[in-house]
């Protein structure tokens, strides 16, 4: 007989399905589709539908805190206690002979909000850096960046509900069918009773999504900003604006207009590789759409030009007008599942907490009045990249990394290797003993998982939801929260002796009030019984707030939208050349997720895609000589990998696509996808660029 059914969220992708946990007696847990859950309406992927063995299978997880003396030593088992004795004395002993910026936490998207609010108040407020940054820096940093510029602040403007009323949608760097899948099945279903909705995909590769769409546009790698200016001047030689929108509530047109009539219909559809007559079509069903959306997530994001990319992307609804109605908006849409709550509490390295700017000295102010501090740093703290260039330099000495892999998922991994050899003192916060960053802990923590703690999560439509404590977390294992705080204690700080994770919810709520995001009269119990809300949640029984500008009026100065130029319209990755002639472009395959440390637990997940493999235009294996499932080298400035390759048109000639999830663990090093990537990143975003590498590849031949 089943015990208990409990409501939660799904720990994968942003889209943030509802769930049933069905509890057995043996503690062993069931998951289903919450069919009252307004985003999934009882459906679930197949990430979703097996989560429950990720919880179950507790074979993997980390059950007490380890400890090596030195790097000589091996890791040995030790007390919680002697545990963050020795991190809070290392980290004291740091700071005293380095400074405050010598030290880092580097955490995740998959963080509780409660758990990245409590991380930043402890190195921002306490610890006197701003060096705290997150793996969401490597999915949409360049998204958040493109929001706060176009519309004063980090705000999504709209709701899943609108896909169900939009009749155009450009979908571009993304792959929704694979990667937010219930998220895409709405909009499947929105077309299956709408023949007359379209879809228009931009890829460089044939993608689920890409072939289902009414027009995929087949782009060159990295000409995207040629490809929406392009756009946007059919749609104002067509006349197909809105002047009253741009005339009233935007900001720097004329800008906008003389950039994208510098290029030709005709010019830029040669640099972009994309027919003329396709980029007139879409501009036309963009044009006389009474509801357009645009969706977009890493393929525009990842780049060194990703903020210009959004930028272009953006300024497409804002000379249509398609913003702050019902059935329109630029939608990005997070990887991750709380990638969202991340940005809300300033958990990056250049935020501050509620929306707040790092630059603003009134707003460090408030942030440091708020938490009992002398002052917050005017200085940035290091990026997800710059940590391990840092660490690499020796200027960041010690690194706490929580819930998070980088040794798999950053770019140019070998580097970030050594920088973590390199590195004085490194712990590791995580659940499951899969990750290979482990392999250069100092300090592992072993931390409760998913339905192991209680907390919330935003998905990507700003939707706040409440996940209850299900089962107890395996051996010592403790809830992140708990890991914090009592470090924090240890290092002498006042503000962290919280009797639960409900008084962190409620001391950040206090923290949103009067802010864009005000939440403050959302509380657990609300959430308990109501559900989920998107804020802000501003009000006394407010019913929370689907969609953004409304009014028009936007958080910028003057409250107009503003149309941001993109600086270049080319991309700055490093180009092929003759000794790496093919772009490499990186991406996810259906049933992993991220460095597979869950979904590679689950042998059915395993079946679809069971290992790495290299996909390339025929035409391009028969110059190399390369047929399907021979091995192939592909190589880069920077490493190598050697993985069968897979023949298919799907993809464009002279691009090949590797899947990231892959890493030395699972695989031998020499099929880790990011031994090949560039430490290059946007200058405004720091993202990483994994969408474009100049490789080569030949059909290996052992030596
Ligand atoms: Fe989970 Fe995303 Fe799949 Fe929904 S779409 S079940 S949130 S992985």
């Not at 004063?152 to 009323?165: F, H, N, T």
């Not at 809105?242 to 559809?269: C, M, P, W």
């Amino acid at each position: 007989m089943p015990e208990k059914v409990l409501k939660s969220t799904c720990s994968y992708c942003g889209v943030g399905c509802g769930l049933l946990i069905t509890k057995d007696a043996k503690n062993r847990i069931q998951v289903d589709g919450d069919p009252d859950h307004p985003v999934n309406r009882g459906m679930l992927c197949s990430k979703g539908r097996n989560l429950h063995y990720v919880v179950n299978d507790t074979s993997d997880r980390l059950l007490y805190p380890q400890m090596r003396w030195s790097r000589s030593h091996p890791l040995e088992r030790v007390d919680w206690d002697t545990a963050l004795d020795r991190a809070a004395q290392v980290f004291k002993s740091i700071i005293e002979k380095h400074g405050p910026d010598s030290v880092g936490f580097y955490v995740s998207g998959q963080c509780l909000t409660e758990e990245y609010y409590i991380a930043n108040k402890l190195v921002k407020g306490f610890l006197g850096t701003n060096n705290i940054d997150t793996n969401s820096r490597l999915c949409m940093s360049s998204a958040v960046v493109g929001y706060k510029k176009t519309f004063g602040e980090d705000s999504v403007p709209i709701s899943y509900a609108d896909i169900e009323l939009a009749d155009c949608f450009l979908i571009t760097g993304a792959n929704p069918a694979y990667c937010h899948p219930i998220l895409y099945r709405r909009l499947e279903q929105h077309k299956e009773k709408n023949p007359d909705v379209r879809v228009i995909a931009v890829d460089p590769r044939l993608t689920d999504t890409a072939a289902a769409a009414d027009l995929h546009l087949q782009l060159i790698p990295g000409t995207d900003i040629i490809l929406y200016n392009a756009i946007g001047r059919r749609l104002l030689q067509l006349g197909l604006i809105d002047k009253d929108f741009i005339n009233n509530h935007t900001e720097g047109f004329n800008q906008y207009k003389e950039q994208v009539n510098k290029l030709s219909l005709r010019e830029a559809s040669k640099l972009c590789g994309v027919p003329m007559a396709d980029i007139k079509k879409a501009a036309d069903w963009i044009g006389i759409s009474k509801g357009f959306i645009s969706m977009w997530a890493m393929g525009l994001n990842q780049s060194v030009v990703g903020t210009n990319k959004n930028f272009a992307l953006l300024n497409l609804s804002l000379i249509t007008g398609q913003v702050g109605k019902p059935g329109c908006g630029p939608f990005s849409l997070t990887g991750q599942p709380n990638a969202m709550g991340g940005r809300e509490v300033g958990g990056m390295a250049n935020l501050l907490a509620v929306h707040k700017d790092l630059t603003n000295p009134e707003h460090r102010s408030e942030v440091a009045q708020f938490w009992g501090v002398e002052s917050i740093s005017p200085k940035p703290g290091y990026t997800a990249t710059q940590m391990f260039e840092e660490l690499e330099t020796g200027k960041l000495k010690a690194i706490w990394i929580i819930c998070t892999n980088p040794a798999v998922s950053l770019p140019d991994v070998n580097r970030v290797e050594k920088a973590l050899k390199n590195a004085r003192f490194v712990v590791v916060q995580d659940i499951s003993n899969r990750s290979d960053t482990l392999a250069y802990a100092d300090l592992v923590l072993p931390a409760a998982g998913w339905l192991e703690k209680e907390g919330t999560m935003t998905n990507s439509e700003r939707r706040i939801t409440y996940l209850p404590k299900a089962v107890n977390a395996p051996g010592e294992a403790r809830p992140d929260v708990e890991i914090i705080c009592d470090f924090a204690q240890k290092m002498g700080f006042r503000g962290f002796n919280f009797y639960n994770t409900e008084e962190i919810y409620q001391e950040y709520c206090t923290m949103t009030r009067g802010t864009s995001i005000d939440i403050s009269y959302l509380n657990y119990d609300r959430l308990k019984t109501e559900g989920s809300f998107q804020w802000p949640v501003n009000e006394y029984r407010h019913p929370g707030t689907p969609r953004l500008f409304e009014d028009r009026k936007f958080y910028t100065p003057s409250q107009k939208a503003v149309f941001n130029i993109p600086a270049t319209v080319t991309n700055r990755s490093i180009k092929p050349s003759a000794a790496f002639p093919f772009i490499l472009t990186t991406g996810r395959v259906r049933d992993q997720w991220h460095t597979m440390t869950k979904t590679g637990k689950v042998s059915r997940l395993r079946t679809h895609y069971p290992k790495p493999v290299l996909e390339i235009h025929p035409a391009d294996a028969f110059a190399l000589n390369i047929r399907e499932g021979n091995l192939c080298e592909v190589s880069s400035e920077n490493g190598n990998v050697r993985v069968t390759a897979r023949l298919t048109d799907s993809i464009r000639k002279g691009v090949v696509f590797l899947p990231m999830h892959w890493g030395k663990k699972l695989n031998s090093s020499l099929n880790r996808t990011n031994n090949l990537t560039q430490n290059m990143v946007d200058p405004q975003s720091k993202e990483p660029d994994f969408k474009f590498t100049a490789v080569k590849v030949a059909r290996y031949q052992k030596k």
